[in-house]
C-alpha cells in the first residue's frame, strides 16, 4: 500500500486502457524570448496502464497525435505542427514508455522514454494523483523542465521556448 501523503491509491492490479475522449495531455511553456506563456493540449490517441501486485512492476504506455497540438490560435498551431518545430507530417507520433515506477519519499515517479521528433529522451513524471473513479482510474502525473532541444525540435529560437511541461489527465478502464 502506498504509505504517501500524496493523493494517491493503489488501484487493483490488471490491465486498464485509457480513454481517449476522457483524457488529454496538457503544455505549457514559454515564448517570446520568455514574456508570456502558451498553454495547448494534445490528444490522447491511446494508451495502457498495467497495474501489478506489488505496484512497482506497473507499467504504463501512450501515444499522442502530435498534429493535436491545439491552443486556440491558429496561427501558432500551424506554426507549431510545421516541419521547424514538431513536423508532424515526417513525425505522426509521440509516445511514452515507462520502465520503471518508485516510491520516493511522499512522491510516486515514473521514469520511461518519450519519443518525439524521432529522438528518444529518457523522462521522469511525478504521479501527484490516483484514484479509482467511476469503475475506471484516473491518473493525474507531471513531466516538468523537458528540453525540446534533446528531442531535436531547435526551431524559431525566442519565440519559442527551450523547456515545457506536461500535464496528463487521463482516465482508464479495465481493458
Known sequence: MITSSTPVEVPAAGTYAIAPARSKVEYSGRHMFGLGVVHAVFSIVSGKLIVTDPP????????????????????????????????????????????????????????????????????????????????????????AHLDRHRFGITGSKGFVGRYLDLNLDAYAVPA
Open 56 to 143: 512497482a512492476g506497473s507499467r504504463v504506455e501512450v501515444l499522442l497525435d502530435a498534429s493535436s497540438f491545439t491552443s486556440n490560435n491558429a496561427k501558432r498551431d500551424k506554426d507549431v505542427r510545421s516541419a521547424p518545430l514538431l513536423d508532424v507530417a515526417t513525425y505522426p507520433d509521440i509516445t511514452f514508455e515507462s520502465d520503471d515506477l518508485r516510491e520516493e519519499g511522499d512522491q510516486w515517479k515514473l521514469s520511461g522514454t518519450v519519443t518525439a521528433h524521432g529522438s528518444a529522451v529518457p523522462v521522469e513524471i511525478t504521479i501527484d494523483q490516483l484514484s479509482v473513479e467511476g469503475g475506471g482510474l484516473r491518473v493525474h502525473a507531471r513531466a
